[in-house]
DNA sequence: CCGCATCCGTTTCGATACTG
DNA sequence: CAGTATCGAAACGGATGCGG
């Protein structure tokens, strides 16, 4: 008789999957990283699973110290779930298991690119040169706030606007994740309307031009 | 309808888990992480699973690029699975991914902790002192032998017996593991019969003494 | 014995519908 | 908006079979 689930394996790598392994739950964790989510922004940028499974597993994650929920101030009266400190820890992992995936084949089409994404993928990427900045940048993407903090080198990211932005751009995960390594297109897809600005265009710009040649989204191994 | 499984996400970390998010995937990999192993191995080692969900694994990592199998030299005529390069790059997502894990609470008895294991743990604890080494231990845990060569302060293992050792230990993970950090009980696991050594005693002594001061399989989160 | 394949009961997943 | 309920399909887990 299976006791539940478990790998019931002392190794820590099983231990985690314990945790983590299940279907979605490092997906859940992804779109956790920069922020609290609410329970319905989860289930849009999760698409391809069902109501149901994005609540087990946020149970699930928080029965195992994971995320934890919690009420919104006041006039909401809603719920967000977010990451607990040992939650948080798990960013590390995810960024090398990401860059790892990166190079397995491209999945079977339709496939979707979320704004948290590419978001990793700019802050994971970008090394801002200090001389430039400091700056605030407004980031828009698929209806959803981002804030990003530009200061001594390092690009900070947090969802909400948490800080009055010099510049906002405003577009979706796929263009943007166009435009990263690709600033030039920038004024091009403006015209086009792919992309609204507002504010301080330049340092827009400056951000995106901050990513290191970066390589396109690709299925080569190497 | 849906497509298979995969998540039709072009994130990285999506794509990562179509290719070994699924249950027993990565603990193969761990598993293959020090050389090559036949089909029987594994499953001995991952006692909890089923030997068709092994084989299904197998097949399937093997389509997308982690291992590969290879035919045995003459006589054995039996197979082995290896990582392939790609494979091998999961190393250090492994090990970032087993330090996250081993944070979390004890999994449900009883648990079982296997050979790789351990030597995962002493290779990722062990900081082997230039000046007392080079070495080479052949370590014989559950009746499969490991090498593991000490040099210029690396400790490297490989299945199996590559080189002609300066000393042996032979033992079960579970004193092997009580043993790393407490190398003093040695002489005490010796008599008792727990472990049997042969060749220099002082080199397998040396080996265990330089783990770092390393806390027990600890269930507290920090 | 090794390397699986097959069968089968149980659990999980995924899709849709439904409720406070 | 934030989930729960239901149900068929798929995957898992255990046992057993079977050719080499």
Redesign the interface.
Known sequence: MP??R??????????????V?E?WA??IV?ELLFGPQRFSELRRVLA?TSSNVIADRLRELEA??VIQRRQLSAPAASWVYELT??GR??E???L?????????P?????????P??VL?YLRSRAHPDPTEFPAVVRIELDGQSWTALIHDGQLEIQVGETAKPDGSIRTDPKTFRELIGAPSQLQTAICVGAVGVDGDQKVIRRLLEQVVPADQ?SSE??
Do not use: F, K, M
Not at 6 to 11: A, E, I, M, P, T
Not at 96 to 104: C, K, N, Y
């Open positions: 006791t539940s478990s790998y019931q394996d002392l190794c820590g790598i099983a231990r985690a999957l314990d945790v392994g279907r490092l997906l992804r391809n195992n110290g400190p040992w820890q798990l590390p992992v995810l090398t298991l990401g860059l790892w995936g990166l190079q397995s491209l999945p079977p089409e339709p496939a979707v690119i979320g948290t994404t990793l989204i191994r190497t």
